[in-house]
Each structure stands twice: as structure tokens, then as C-alpha cells.
């Protein structure tokens, strides 16, 4: 079992930043974020591995980062020219053998 604690959602304007941080209790080999808009499904946005191989969803491509400590295992998410198809749910997500997904916070994004 993996515990995650994640943090940094919240409201920004359009064109803000947000960080968000998620703490596991382990180190697996992928870490990243998921996200689930108001009536759509949840989609991968961001992953990187513990080699630090990412992936990102391509409409996020250029505006998001997403990096990790392995030494706090703990991976981030940083939001850089927010617009309002960004606002969703965003879980954390890490993978060993088995996925394990964050309760999920809230980032917001108002014109």
C-alpha cells in the first residue's frame, strides 16, 4: 500500500500559476497527474519516471512541468498559463507493479 499527499490546488485567474505537490510514502518508478473536468473523463496529463522520463497530454505541452525528488519522494506539477480547460480534479498518480491514485484536489480557473 502507497500512501499520497497532495497539495497546492486552489483558484487562479487565467494566465496565473499553481503548484501542486503530492508526498508518497514510496518511491515508484512512475509518478505523475491525472485530471477529471466537470463532465469529462479523467485523463493522464503528466508523468515522469524515476529516471526522469516525462510524458505530458499534448494540450499541456509547454505550459506544464512536472518533476520529482526521489530523495522527498514526492513529484510536481507546475501550472503555468492557466486557461479554464484546465480546471478539473487532479489526482496524483504513481505506479510500481500496481497503480495507486491521490484523494484528488481541486484547481480552479476563473476568467
Known amino acids: 500500500q502507497v500512501t499520497l499527499v497532495e497539495s497546492g490546488g486552489g483558484l487562479v485567474q487565467t494566465g496565473g500559476s499553481l503548484r501542486l505537490s503530492c508526498a508518497a510514502s514510496?518511491?515508484?518508478?512512475?509518478m505523475g497527474w491525472y485530471r477529471r473536468a466537470p463532465g469529462k473523463q479523467r485523463e493522464l496529463v503528466a508523468t515522469i519516471t524515476i529516471g526522469g522520463s516525462t510524458n505530458y497530454v499534448d494540450s499541456v505541452k509547454g505550459r506544464f512541468t512536472v518533476s520529482r525528488d526521489n530523495t522527498k519522494r514526492t513529484v510536481y506539477l507546475q501550472m503555468n498559463s492557466l486557461n479554464s480547460e484546465d480546471t478539473a480534479v487532479y489526482y496524483c498518480?504513481?505506479?510500481?507493479?500496481?497503480?495507486?491514485w491521490g484523494q484528488g484536489t481541486q484547481v480552479t480557473v476563473s476568467a
Open positions: 514510496r518511491n515508484l518508478n512512475v
Open positions: 498518480y504513481v505506479r510500481g507493479s500496481i497503480a495507486y
